[in-house]
């Protein structure tokens, strides 16, 4: 196979994700919490499974430990809102939004993050994305 043609499915597999990722979430009837906590709960016991498979341990010091615990917390949150959202709204809602993300990275990017997206056409760009909506 190509690698354009393999780019290309990988390109509408992500695409498809992202679409029903929303289109279940407003199915499944279960809070937002209560999804999102199954969710992170499968991710958890997927993830520990796999490692045994592999027959790796995971440890981190008590530092690292904490910071993953306050990223879980702002992922889950993230994922709480966003399922609420497809809740109280449509699907047509989120994913007309979806694609502002990358511009949104713009202006919430630190400058001393190694991604940090620097200069003036950066934001000339997120601004005219975010002036078309």
Known sequence: MQTVTKNLLKLHLVVFIYGFTAI???????????????RMLIAFLALGILLQIRGRKLSVDHNTL??????????????????HAIKIS?????????????????YWSPPWCADHLYGWKSLQVSSSSWAYI
């Open 24 to 38: 279940l979430g407003k199915l499944i009837t279960l809070d937002a919490i209560q999804l999102v906590w199954y």
């Open 66 to 83: 904490v910071q993953l615990i306050g990223i879980g917390f702002v992922v889950a949150f993230h994922w709480i809102t966003f399922f």
């Open 90 to 106: 449509t699907i047509s809602v989120a994913l007309a939004v979806w694609p502002q993300r990358p511009s949104l990275q713009v």
